[in-house]
């Protein structure tokens, strides 16, 4: 195209699109198209096309030539990067992502590829993010060795990465889009924001001679140039912060490097919905202390700030690197959601897998909105007691085991008491009582109170076993040290805590007999009896 000249055909390639266009060595372009099969191809200056090679993607989009002479190109589907090198082709690299939109060859021979996970709209409209499964996909930049060993450099929360140019001073110049941004992004992966777009959707970006920038827009066709001498003056407004609950606020600092002539200044506002409105406090004057300025927006749900950026001349700008926002959030009592009584398992503590006789394993779900660490008092009272005893204070667990040994027998019950001292000034505590629970370390009494012959090596025991706390569970009786045999009450069913026993032994002989009979409780308690007798 020559200018004042109408525009020309240089050559027809038969593709649906051409994606890029990259100069080569001793003129003539490289061309990467598609549409049907992703092609590349090498145009002379004359307009004559060669096919260099053809993938099995429907695109070629991204070109770049490093200085060996190789070329690098990229494809929309498979997030391949092929390599070219005289008639050899590999693949370089194969992403996670889907598209190589942009390639750029840096010092050292280093290529630099934009993967991007959505498909931007050349019409305008946003980009249609490709992630899967529900989860928002991003955008990553990829430093490639030559030997195909890839870094992930940096990685961006936008749907399409459009553009990298290497630059004189080191680093990259990252175009996303959607909303349009331009970050600087460092060798060691750190970013700063150069520019946001409002109202604009970016395309390409080039490199102009005078070391800044060609930007072209998609729908409105409209070509912005950027240019690397600093604006005197820049805002900078941050997402609205949620705080969770209406809370009061301490100070907002940050970290920024000011040369001479330059400040920072910050404002806050705040408000009770997610996106400001007409209901939010409004920007308050301007905060100038980094080290800490009191926020003095009115309380409220989420928090705003804007920087302002000043400079008095166009070499010299402010940087900010960080700002740290500090509130406390409305404390909200603890909740206690249950309390689970049972007793504790000695098998866990590596004995055998009976329970630990007098042992209790006490646990309660407690909770808290503020996500504070909370701690616990517990307390027992006995059925028939007015007062509440302290069984331990300043628990940091929700789990207790509790030896009842020194406890009195009965039925009780346990008051646990949750707090958020630990993190709040003035704390909030509830409590909550858990259900009856007999505690019962007594063993139960078991009484022989006859045994009689009743017929030719026959005898009729009678007796009975009493528990003063719990129900009996089982019984059972042993005959001269003999392995024991199990017995029911008359009623035929454990359920009470006194029951009547009445039950034959047969077939034995003549002689002195020792009898002994176990009985244990519903908590482990063990009780015997024993008699002598002698059969006739």
């Known amino acids: 195209m020559v200018p004042g000249k109408d525009a020309e055909v240089f050559c027809q390639t038969g593709d649906e699109h051409v994606w890029a266009l990259v100069p080569r060595s001793g003129g003539g372009l490289?061309?990467?198209?598609?549409?049907?099969?992703?092609?590349?191809?090498?145009?002379?200056?004359?307009?004559?096309i060669r096919v260099v090679y053809e993938s099995k993607d429907s695109n070629m989009v991204s070109l770049a030539v490093g200085v060996d002479g190789a070329i690098y190109a990229g494809t929309d589907e498979n997030g391949l990067i092929y390599r070219i090198q005289g008639k050899s082709v590999d693949v370089l690299y194969d992403a996670g992502e889907k598209e190589i939109h942009s390639l750029v060859v840096g010092p050292g021979n280093m290529l630099y590829a934009g993967a991007m996970s959505g498909r931007a709209d050349a019409k305008g409209g946003k980009a249609q993010d490709s992630a899967q499964n529900g989860k928002k996909e991003g955008s990553v930049v990829y430093a490639i060795r030559p030997s195909g060993s890839a870094l992930r450099m940096?990685?961006?929360?936008?749907?399409?990465?459009?553009?990298?140019?290497?630059?004189?001073?080191?680093?990259?110049?990252?175009?996303?889009?959607?909303?349009?941004?331009?970050?600087?992004?460092?060798?060691?992966?750190?970013?700063?924001?150069?520019?946001q777009m409002e109202e604009v959707h970016p395309w390409v970006l080039a490199v102009s001679k005078q070391g800044g920038f060609w930007i072209g827009s998609s729908g409105a066709g409209t070509v912005y140039r950027l240019d690397k001498d600093f604006v005197r003056a820049g805002t900078l407004t941050s997402e609205p912060h949620d705080f969770s609950l209406v809370s009061k606020?301490?100070?907002?600092?940050?970290?920024?490097?000011?040369?001479?002539?330059?400040?920072?200044?910050?404002?806050?506002?705040?408000?009770?919905?997610?996106?400001p409105d007409d209901t939010w406090s409004d920007w308050s004057a301007e905060l100038t202390d980094a080290s800490g300025s009191a926020i003095v927006s009115r309380?409220?749900?989420?928090?705003?700030?804007?920087?302002?950026?000043?400079?008095?001349?166009?070499?010299?700008?402010?940087?900010?690197?960080?700002?740290?926002?500090?509130?406390?959030?409305?404390?909200?009592?603890?909740?206690?959601?249950?309390?689970?009584?049972?007793?504790?398992?000695?098998?866990?503590?590596?004995?055998?897998?009976?329970?630990?006789?007098?042992?209790?394993?006490?646990?309660?779900?407690?909770?808290d909105v503020n996500d504070d660490r909370l701690h616990y008092d517990l307390y027992f009272k006995g059925q028939n007691e007015t007062g509440w005893k302290l069984l331990q204070e300043k628990l940091t667990s929700s789990?207790?085991?509790?030896?009842?040994?020194?406890?009195?027998?009965?039925?009780?019950?346990?008051?646990?008491?949750?707090?958020?001292?630990l993190s709040n000034p003035d704390p909030l505590s509830v409590e909550k009582i858990s259900g009856p629970f007999d505690v019962d370390n007594t063993a139960p009494l078991v009484e022989i109170r006859a045994v009689k012959q009743?017929?030719?090596?026959?005898?009729?025991?009678?007796?009975?076993?009493?528990?003063?706390?719990?129900?009996?569970?089982?019984?059972?009786?042993?005959?001269?040290?003999?392995?024991?045999?199990?017995?029911?009450?008359?009623?035929?069913?454990?359920?009470?805590?006194?029951?009547?026993?009445?039950?034959?032994?047969?077939?034995?002989?003549?002689?002195?007999?020792?009898?002994?009979?176990?009985?244990?409780?519903?908590?482990?308690?063990?009780?015997?009896?024993?008699?002598?007798?002698?059969?006739?």
């Open 299 to 367: 309380p409220a749900r989420f928090l705003q700030y804007r920087v302002r950026l000043k400079s008095k001349t166009n070499r010299s700008t402010p940087r900010l690197r960080a700002v740290t926002l500090s509130g406390l959030q409305e404390n909200v009592p603890p909740q206690i959601l249950a309390i689970h009584m049972g007793p504790e398992e000695a098998g866990k503590n590596g004995k055998d897998s009976k329970n630990d006789k007098g042992t209790w394993k006490i646990r309660w779900e407690a909770s």
């Open 399 to 421: 789990d207790y085991v509790w030896h009842t040994e020194s406890v009195p027998d009965g039925t009780m019950r346990v008051r646990v008491v949750a707090s958020d001292g």
């Open 454 to 536: 009743t017929g030719a090596g026959r005898v009729l025991v009678e007796g009975r076993v009493v528990d003063l706390t719990s129900t009996v569970r089982e019984a059972a009786y042993a005959l001269n040290s003999e392995p024991w045999q199990v017995v029911f009450p008359i009623d035929e069913i454990f359920d009470s805590p006194t029951e009547a026993l009445k039950f034959t032994i047969a077939s034995l002989k003549p002689g002195e007999y020792t009898l002994v009979v176990r009985a244990k409780d519903m908590l482990g308690n063990i009780g015997v009896g024993k008699t002598l007798f002698v059969v006739k």
């Open 154 to 195: 940096w990685e961006v929360e936008a749907p399409t990465l459009l553009g990298l140019s290497v630059e004189k001073e080191g680093g990259l110049t990252v175009l996303v889009g959607d909303p349009g941004r331009i970050y600087r992004v460092w060798e060691d992966g750190t970013a700063t924001l150069l520019m």
């Open 30 to 48: 490289y061309a990467a198209t598609g549409g049907g099969a992703g092609r590349i191809l090498s145009i002379s200056s004359k307009g004559e």
């Open 249 to 275: 606020w301490g100070k907002v600092a940050w970290r920024a490097e000011t040369p001479s002539g330059t400040s920072v200044a910050i404002q806050t506002r705040s408000g009770n919905s997610a996106k």
